[in-house]
């Protein structure tokens, strides 16, 4: 029988292993894992016996391999190897004034091949389980306790599409929810637009918040960019999304990595503004700058511009704020992680369009 992962295990996998340990134990070990963020010799409320039963038959599902440190130490960049095939993973822990926010990969790798990212450019490897995904947070708290800050936001936008592996997505949202004590209005799970998974999203009972990876507000224009909108073009999306506000009443938040003279004109913005209106209530506007990925022949709007689209949208009345980008240097942000795998570019046709 194979060991099952320490985060994988359920509070019935642990009572069956303590065979015949009372109901406080068992308490003492969830206490220990997902309050207190030990490891299971650490949890010094068990007997020395008991903790050694746990650390022989779970173990962690992620082996660390690098460590690095950016934004002079507000952003911090985890690589791991999944411990199961040894598939390069990436976790970003973030600390701003107010909040700790942890960015976690729902997949190794990715299939969705949006050519401006990374990720998607290095190909899928294959899911993660609930508990690969809850041990991401779980280091991370671990590591923002050693600065006494606790983590108060969880974003799955990381590697890989979350909706693609909603099931495992939602086991780690029901955890860190319940046990680790995250609120789901601080929860927000991303996807390029998988219908299907936004769909069953609605039928769940947390009123978690929705990101959407949206990059081009027509079809030409994102088949090209998002090529699963092949597959679910944006009136398919836009019906999921209507539908979703109507079971959880939560705004939509709109993802636009702004790329030089593709996506970044009045035309764009126009567009943009009329497709967000088309929510009630209006979907909110976070502008990325694309930040630079390896061969990736296209490069990000400029500060200006950037600031032109997000004055544009205001004018129009857009609710729309630009996401400040955090450990570029350390290819930590958006659309950046790759976990050291090689990038395999595809180039994007050549365009004229205006920016008047």
Known sequence: MPMISLYDATRADVEAELVGAPRYRIDQVWNGLYSQFLEPHDITTLPAAVRAQLTESFTPALEPKLRTVADDGKTIKFLWRLVDGGHPIETVLMYYDDRATVCVSTQAGCAMACGFCATGQAGFNRHLTAGEIIEQVVRACR??????????????????????????????????????????????????????????????????????????????????????????????????????????????????????????????????????????????????????????????????????????????????????????????ACGQLAAGQPVRVSAPSARESSTS
Do not use: Q
């Open 143 to 332: 590591e923002a306790r050693t600065l006494e800050r606790r983590v108060d936001n969880i974003v799955f936008m990381g590697m890989g599409e979350p909706l693609a592996n909603e099931p495992a997505v939602w086991g780690a949202v029901e955890r860190i929810h319940g046990d680790i004590g995250i609120s789901a209005r601080h929860l927000t799970i991303s996807t390029v637009g998988i219908v299907p998974g936004i769909r069953t999203l609605a039928t769940r009972p947390l009123p978690v918040n929705l990101a959407v990876s949206l990059h081009a507000a027509r079809d030409e224009l994102r088949d090209e960019l998002v090529p699963i909108n092949k597959r679910y073009p944006i009136a398919d999306l836009l019906g999921a999304c209507h539908d979703y506000l109507k079971v959880k009443n939560r705004r939509i938040s709109f993802e636009w990595a702004l790329i030089e003279g593709v996506n970044d004109t009045l035309r764009d913005a126009k567009e943009l503004h009329a497709l967000s209106r088309r929510l009630t209530p209006t979907a909110h506007v976070n502008l990325i700058p694309l930040n630079p990925t390896p061969g990736w022949p296209t490069k990000g709007s400029s500060r200006n511009r950037v600031h032109v689209f997000r004055d544009t949208l205001l004018e129009f009345g857009t609710n729309v704020t630009i996401r400040s980008n955090r450990g570029t240097d350390i290819a930590a």
